[in-house]
């Protein structure tokens, strides 16, 4: 597809079980981007790639939180343990440079 | 630290009318300026961007204004539309990954 791609898009998990959200950027984009949006809030930067450069994780919540990007494309999210206050939507976006960012249509994350 | 202060939180505005939304910055280091548009269940999607190179930018019925010394800029939506209905999101960056404000829920009624 042309947009970013993000899986799964509902994902229900019970507290303490460690889950990864996958997201696929639109292609030859080098920056990519993690946020998180619980209801009727706002975007929380989570974590920032650019190309080969070491990811800007200053967002990351907590050391259960953590990701990775292979190949300088597939990004995965990983939250470890997963608690109640991690239920949110995580958005995913990507950017051919450090201007302006598309997003994915999002993971709705419920933690039970 | 909030980095960009959006204002109004919600706002109803009449079918036709103007809507406007504000937004404030501290970061002088910024120097991209865009507003995303999300609708429910959907992602945040790139509405308009502005450099501070310009004082203003239109596209269609919607116009950004940016004033650099006062370190403010707003979105103008011109003749506004029942599918207008969302949320708004100013953002900003520099050599940093985007930032966003807290967003204002637009309804347009007729």
């Known amino acids: 597809g042309a947009g970013v791609s993000q899986s799964p898009s509902n994902k229900v998990t019970e507290k303490g079980k460690d889950v990864e959200l996958r997201c696929d950027p639109i292609s030859g984009h080098t920056a990519l981007y993690w946020y998180r949006q619980s209801l009727g809030q706002g975007l929380e930067f989570l974590i920032y790639f650019q190309g080969n450069s070491a990811p800007d994780k200053s967002g990351l919540p907590s050391d259960r939180f953590s990701a990775e990007r292979t190949g300088g494309s597939v990004s995965t999210l990983t939250i470890q343990r997963t608690q109640q206050e991690d239920s949110a939507v995580y958005l995913c976006?990507?950017?051919?440079?450090?201007?302006?960012?598309?997003f994915g249509q999002g993971t709705r994350l419920t933690v039970v | 630290q909030q980095q960009v202060k959006q204002s109004p939180q919600s706002l109803i505005v009449q079918k036709g009318g103007i809507s406007i939304i504000n937004c404030a910055y501290e970061?002088?280091?910024?120097?991209?300026f865009p507003w995303y548009q999300q609708f429910p269940g959907k992602g945040p999607a790139l509405l308009i961007a502005i450099r501070p190179d310009v004082s203003e930018k239109k596209e269609g019925r919607f116009t950004i204004s940016f004033n650099k010394s006062a370190k403010q800029f707003s979105l103008h939506i011109m003749d506004s539309q029942p599918g207008d209905s969302a949320t708004y999101f100013c953002a900003a960056s520099g050599n940093t990954p985007l930032v966003f404000g807290k967003g204002t829920r637009l309804s347009v009624i007729a």
């Open positions: 970061n002088t280091a910024f120097d991209y």
């Open positions: 976006a990507s950017s051919p440079s450090r201007l302006g960012a598309f």
